[in-house]
């Protein structure tokens, strides 16, 4: 079936949530960009009602996520405005049309290079958008005591490599990062040291950084939303990270690895490095080439733990 697109008042922006694969969809010119990935990236929740002409979606594979994500998309398209979202079939893609039908929408589908796309004309009236929306907003999350968000890297509990790190950090000092700080659960302990006496939380998600501004209170501590990998840091006594490994739903182990070169950037001589990492990644060449000396101090269920010095 294909979709007719009506006509929307033609002064309305169109709009992109994250990478979209090219091959798959023309993203309209002059497109707006929502993603909560793209440091500076408008906020696609922040948008009012009946908003765009045009939204293509790259929909994220965590299911609570991507219903948040469509409802809002739904909710800021003008009736007869259009919709286009796509995923790969085992990262949401097989979900995708039931879940617009839910909405009420009418949808033409089809499906190359393992994505599914999902095509459709926002009707007058939809339904269940505002749950979806209340089951994917900022919540606290009350067993692990913090602000968080569906979406955000283990968003509902500590990750069990974050928990390893924890137990081996010594009592830091003076000025410092965490790279890639998530709901700031690292940043929590580390402010614990009182002889710390600057911490910058560098994050890429800026649903993470708003959720760690309300869980890291401390005077010391600053949010950059930022790529780790291009931020102006300099002079750094300690960095603390648990890096990504997944850019956008991907593995992507050069991510890691450009982490711990930017950390050496970073730092000051002798300045150290706390990393944990899957016991998997290969980031021991990397980290003996940025660092004079590099020792192990863990190496526990499927995770490793590096201090690295400058
Ligand atoms: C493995 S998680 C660790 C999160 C948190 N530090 C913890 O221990 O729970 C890695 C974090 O890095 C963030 N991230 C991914 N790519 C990034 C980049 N290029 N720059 C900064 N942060 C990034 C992710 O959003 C995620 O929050």
Redesign the pocket.
């Known amino acids: 079936m294909a979709v007719t697109k009506l006509d929307p008042s033609p002064s309305l922006r169109s709009a992109v949530y994250g990478a979209p694969l090219s091959s798959l969809v023309d993203v309209p010119a002059g497109a707006v960009q929502l993603s909560p990935l793209r440091p500076g990236a408008e906020a696609l929740e922040a948008q009012p009602d009946a908003a765009f002409a045009e939204l293509v979606i790259a929909a994220p594979p965590g299911s609570i996520e991507r219903r948040f994500v469509l409802a809002h998309a739904l909710r800021t398209l003008a009736p007869g405005g259009a919709l286009t979202v796509l995923a790969a079939k085992d990262k949401g893609g097989q979900r995708l049309r039931g879940e617009l039908e839910a909405f009420g929408c009418d949808v033409a589908e089809h499906y190359k290079s393992r994505q599914r796309v999902c095509s459709l004309v926002r009707p007058e009236t939809l339904h269940g958008l505002q749950d979806a929306i209340a089951a994917g907003a900022p919540v606290t999350v009350e067993e692990i005591g913090l602000r968080s968000q569906p979406g955000?890297?283990?968003w509902n509990r500590v990750?069990p490599g974050?928990s390893l790190l924890l137990r081996h950090l010594p009592k830091l000092a003076g000025r410092g990062a965490?790279?890639?700080?998530?709901?700031g659960?690292?940043s929590q302990a580390v402010l614990a040291s009182p002889a710390v006496e600057e911490l910058t939380l560098?994050?890429?998600?800026r649903r993470?950084v708003e959720a760690s501004k309300v869980n890291v209170t401390d005077p010391r501590a600053r949010f950059v939303w930022a790529?780790?990998?291009e931020t102006a840091l300099s002079d750094l006594h300690f960095i603390v990270s648990?890096?990504?490994f997944h850019?956008e739903g991907i593995e992507d182990r050069g991510?890691g690895q450009a982490f711990i070169t930017a950390a050496g950037r970073m730092l000051r001589r002798s300045g150290t490095l706390y990393l944990v990492a899957n016991r998997h990644m290969p980031y021991e060449e990397v980290l003996r080439t940025a660092f004079r000396s590099v020792k192990p101090l863990a190496d526990e269920a499927g995770y490793k733990i590096f201090e690295a010095r400058k």
């Open positions: 955000i890297f283990s990750d974050t965490d790279l890639g700080a998530g709901l659960v690292l560098v994050e890429i998600d993470a790529d780790a990998r648990n890096p990504p850019s991510l």
